[in-house]
């Protein structure tokens, strides 16, 4: 929102200045002018914001370790997402929000439908500081890539357990500091077609079972909409917390019980 509102006054102003620049003219065509410009200055300041976006992502290293998480990139990051979302038209309805205690670390699941269902969890959870857990691919996306990278998004190889497994303990040690949470999408891909939900990577709740933290379980309902819609209609998208399973019930568990759990939780949100 923060840079909206910056890129609508620098607009404003811009409309002005040049107004002021073209002189007096007809009262019917001053009428017009004004908007025009503003909306041909908004337009251009867009595009250079992304532009801006993009030579900075290009010098970032994504295959250099990052030891920390860089607020300033972080901060970039979710206010563009936030931008994205307001210009795409996309609403979002949230329920359940107010069961996740954020001033703890926890390790959020979620279905997964469309490349835009982080986004919408980084905007409904902003202000709290959550790590994804991503495909090597996502890290080549211009823009994404680079500032996913330096706000701390993990990558993890799947087809090499080895690696798989020290993406998971790094994660572990993240939960473990106190203040970031980790996000991870159990299905492991996109769902493009399937109704329901594709079979679970246990795997992935190993991590709450090691850091010992609650496990926020979500369901996200039409975020594929999204793309198809982006901008020329309105897209509601729904976002849930089926359930919040507390750390120590989580700890007497056995991870395939802890996937079965939340299994059972995002399908119930399904009917």
């Known amino acids: 929102m923060t840079i909206l509102i910056i890129l609508l006054f620098l607009s404003a102003v811009c409309a002005a200045l040049l107004s002021a620049v073209f002189g007096p003219c007809a009262t019917w065509w001053f009428v017009l002018r004004i908007p025009l410009l503003f909306a041909g200055a908004f337009l251009s300041l867009l595009i250079l914001y992304f532009l801006t976006?993009?030579?900075?992502?290009?010098?970032?290293?994504?295959?250099?370790?990052?030891?920390?998480?860089?607020?300033?990139?972080?901060?970039?990051?979710?206010?563009?997402?936030?931008?994205?979302?307001?210009?795409?038209?996309?609403?979002?309805?949230?329920?359940?929000?107010?069961?996740?205690?954020?001033?703890?670390?926890?390790?959020?699941?979620?279905?997964?439908?469309?490349?835009?269902?982080?986004?919408?969890?980084?905007?409904?959870?902003?202000?709290?500081?959550?790590?994804?857990?991503?495909?090597?691919?996502?890290?080549?996306?211009?823009?994404?890539?680079?500032?996913?990278?330096?706000?701390?998004?993990?990558?993890?190889?799947r087809e090499?357990?080895?690696?798989?497994?020290?993406?998971?303990?790094?994660?572990?040690?993240?939960?473990k500091d106190e203040q970031t949470a980790v996000a991870v999408y159990p299905e492991g891909t996109r769902n493009k077609t399937e109704p329901g939900l594709l079979p679970f990577r246990a795997g992935a709740f190993s991590m709450a079972r090691r850091a010992h933290v609650p496990v926020v379980v979500a369901f996200t309902k039409h975020t594929e909409d999204i793309a198809?819609?982006?901008?020329?209609?309105?897209?509601?998208?729904?976002?849930?917390?089926?359930?919040?399973?507390p750390a120590d019930r989580v700890a007497g568990m056995q991870t395939h019980e802890i996937s079965d759990a939340v299994r059972e939780r995002m399908e119930s949100c399904m009917k």
């Open 53 to 157: 976006l993009l030579i900075i992502s290009l010098c970032v290293n994504v295959k250099k370790p990052v030891k920390r998480v860089h607020h300033g990139f972080r901060r970039v990051l979710v206010e563009t997402v936030d931008l994205i979302l307001l210009l795409g038209r996309v609403r979002i309805r949230e329920t359940g929000l107010l069961k996740v205690d954020r001033s703890k670390p926890f390790l959020l699941v979620a279905n997964h439908r469309s490349n835009f269902d982080p986004f919408v969890a980084l905007k409904l959870f902003k202000g709290t500081e959550i790590v994804y857990i991503c495909k090597p691919s996502i890290f080549r996306i211009p823009i994404a890539g680079g500032f996913a990278h330096m706000s701390g998004f993990l990558s993890i190889n």
């Open 160 to 175: 090499d357990n080895r690696e798989g497994l020290k993406t998971i303990l790094r994660a572990v040690d993240i939960l």
């Open 228 to 245: 198809h819609r982006f901008f020329l209609h309105r897209t509601v998208v729904d976002f849930t917390v089926a359930d919040v399973l």
